[in-house]
């Protein structure tokens, strides 16, 4: 009796790590090689240049808060102003930042900001 019953915590033990093992494989992220899994890097943009930093200045000020939830791809650019850092998403129709500190809200820019900036980033 006393076998049995140690035989029974024995496959207890073995069938609870078999369930926890499977739960780990559902939750992790699938691996960089993984055909699924699209990265895409950050630039970071140097503005040097007091025309770049305003240009930048500008947009940021003259930006539109959007409303709802935000649910961003991968930002394309970073940009730093300052204290405050932004991630940037740009195309040659529309633009988008987002601060930071404040990764819930983001921001359209302006057309004339859309143009300049990317211009700016066309010319990297």
């Given at each position: 009796?006393?076998?049995?019953?140690i035989l029974l915590i024995a496959?207890?033990?073995?069938?609870?790590?078999?369930?926890?093992?499977?739960?780990?494989e559902i939750s992790e992220p699938q691996n960089e090689?993984?055909?699924?899994?699209?990265?895409?890097?950050?630039n970071s943009l140097e503005l040097k240049e007091?025309?770049?930093i305003d240009i930048?200045?500008?947009a940021v000020s003259e930006s539109n808060k959007e409303s709802g939830i935000v649910n961003m791809t991968n930002p394309q650019?970073?940009?730093?102003?300052?204290?405050?850092?932004?991630?940037l998403w740009?195309?040659?129709?529309?633009?988008?930042i987002m601060n930071t500190k404040d990764t819930h809200t983001?921001?359209?820019?302006?057309?004339?900001?859309?143009?300049e900036i990317y211009n700016f980033v066309s010319k990297g």
């Open positions: 009796m006393k076998k049995l019953h496959v207890g033990f073995i069938l609870v790590g078999c369930l926890e093992e499977q739960g780990k090689s993984s055909p699924e899994t699209v990265t895409s890097k950050m007091p025309e770049e930048f200045t500008k650019y970073q940009f730093s102003i300052g204290e405050e850092t932004y991630f740009i195309t040659e129709e529309s633009g988008t983001i921001y359209s820019l302006s057309s004339n900001s859309v143009k």
